[in-house]
């Protein structure tokens, strides 16, 4: 099977604060990223912090890219 692409996750206080529980936001979002690897997917997670740091961003899912490739 080939590996997939990497798959960036955007992580923002919001999603496990504002809409449920935050137990709860946790644990859904730590099975989509368990399913996500599962398939072969790469996850890259990234945070508001992370945008003021391009260059580490593109370092990151370059290394994401590579490891797949």
């Known amino acids: 099977?080939?590996?997939?692409?990497?798959?960036?996750?955007f992580d923002g206080g919001a999603k496990y604060f504002d809409y449920r529980p935050t137990a709860e936001?946790?644990?859904?979002?730590?099975?989509?990223?368990s399913a996500l690897i599962e398939l072969?997917?790469?996850v890259?997670?990234?945070?508001?912090?992370d945008l003021d740091r391009p260059?580490?961003?593109a370092a990151r899912l370059a290394a994401?890219?590579?490891?797949?490739a």
């Open 40 to 42: 072969g997917w790469r």
């Open 64 to 68: 994401a890219f590579a490891a797949a």
């Open 25 to 33: 936001a946790l644990l859904l979002e730590r099975r989509r990223e």
């Open 55 to 57: 260059e580490l961003v």
């Open 44 to 49: 890259v997670r990234l945070t508001w912090a």
């Open 1 to 9: 099977m080939a590996a997939a692409p990497p798959h960036s996750q």
